[in-house]
Nanobody, 118 residues
Framework: QVQLVESGGGLVQPGGSLRLSCAAS????????IIWCRQAPGKVRELVAL????????NYANSVKGRFTISRDNAKNTVYLQMNSLKPEDTAVYYC???????????WGQGTQVTVSS
């Protein structure tokens, strides 16, 4: 079955960095769009970044442009989110989402907590 497993979250000080990973299985990874979203307490889930299949084109929310980088390793069925210059407002649960390709619906991982605090 389709599985998306996020890892790499944790507690980091403002200005610090984290790298999140999303390991995928159960579908044709190379043909799917992979999206990182986040949800802070009391707020709606928002798109952070996405990466297209094959060409690997990336798009980012304005709030993270220049600080976050999304990348994919199709050989490892894994997508990464490198997060630099982290701010307290980046605190949220980060989710990996897959859509398109041979997927008929969107799939989500269980999320990983990122806390930015001194």
């Amino acid at each position: 079955q389709v599985q998306l497993v996020e890892s790499g979250g944790g507690l980091v000080q403002p200005g610090g960095s984290l790298r999140l990973s999303c390991a995928a299985s159960g579908f044709t990874f190379v043909s799917a769009v992979i999206i990182w979203c986040r949800q802070a307490p009391g707020k709606v889930r928002e798109l952070v970044a996405l990466i297209t299949p094959v060409s690997g084109l990336a798009n980012y929310a304005n709030s993270v442009k220049g600080r976050f980088t999304i990348s994919r390793d199709n050989a490892k069925n894994t997508v990464y989110l490198q997060m630099n210059s982290l701010k307290p407002e980046d605190t949220a649960v980060y989710y990996c989402q897959a859509r398109g390709g041979d997927l008929r619906i969107d799939y989500w991982g269980q999320g990983t907590q990122v806390t930015v605090s001194s």
